[in-house]
Nanobody, 126 residues
Framework: VQLQASGGGLIQPGGSLTLSCTAS????????VAWFRQAPGKEREGVVG????????VYADSVKGRFTISRDNAKNTVYLRMNNLKPEDTAVYYC????????????????????WGQGTLVTVSS
């Protein structure tokens, strides 16, 4: 299983960016998928998670209303659309998926996932 995250870059505050996560050797369509991020000197935090079975989705409070997760099953790809970016959104963003079905409480916790992409850097700065 491989996850390839891409789409990061330098963006000004208030701007938008879309990250992509493409899987190989694994089907994302019916799987639980999440985006995490890790800023320098901070722990990895869950940004958004969507459970494969019932499609329950949970967003971190810090990104609600600004970030949106979506899928393109034909491309075996998951996206993270990020609007109104803020400097505090600066981090390495990782996509993750699970061969199981994490409980709702673990959708934003690393323990809920066992496959990880390599990360893509998002820098929000003027």
């Amino acid at each position: 299983v491989q996850l390839q995250a891409s789409g990061g870059g330098l963006i000004q505050p208030g701007g938008s960016l879309t990250l992509s996560c493409t899987a190989s050797g694994f089907t994302l369509a019916s799987s639980s998928v999440a985006w995490f991020r890790q800023a320098p000197g901070k722990e990895r935090e869950g940004v958004v998670g969507i459970r494969g079975g019932d499609r329950r989705t949970v967003y971190a409070d810090s990104v609600k209303g600004r970030f949106t997760i979506s899928r393109d099953n034909a491309k075996n790809t998951v996206y993270l659309r990020m609007n109104n970016l803020k400097p505090e959104d600066t981090a390495v963003y990782y996509c993750a998926t699970s061969s199981g079905n994490p409980i709702y409480q673990n959708l934003l916790r690393p323990i809920g996932y066992n496959f990880w992409g390599q990360g893509t850097l998002v820098t929000v700065s003027s």
